[in-house]
């Protein structure tokens, strides 16, 4: 077995920014399919009582149609597992990818 002592420190930085530029570019590649719907935490899309506005469900879709998990979904906008969970199952109802899309402005 190798000790982190006998691993020069320079090879362990390269790995390191090999997989920095990796997740990099990851990030480019899914940042696009996300650029209109903004801050998923945004006021605007919960009511005072915590419930999701009809932008905020827009924003959900939107962040289904982009691939997102449930999971992912309910850490972005705050929301529950369950929560999110039923909001996949209504965007599923509507049409999912085909649904009529609808403005979050």
């Not at 982009?66 to 509507?94: D, F, P, Q």
Request: aromatic share 6%.
């Amino acid at each position: 077995m190798t000790t982190s002592a006998e691993v020069p420190m320079e090879a362990l930085l390269s790995v390191v920014d090999n997989i920095q530029a990796q997740l990099d570019r990851l990030r480019g590649l899914l940042q696009p399919q996300l650029s209109g719907i903004g801050d998923p935490k945004d006021a605007r899309n919960k009511l005072p009582d915590g419930k999701l506005t009809e932008r905020g469900v827009q924003v959900c879709y939107q962040m289904f149609e982009a691939g997102m998990t449930r999971y992912a979904v309910a850490e972005a906008m705050g929301i529950s597992y369950g929560a999110a969970t039923h909001r996949l199952e209504t965007w599923k109802k509507s049409g999912a990818y085909d649904r009529p899309k609808m403005s979050i402005d």
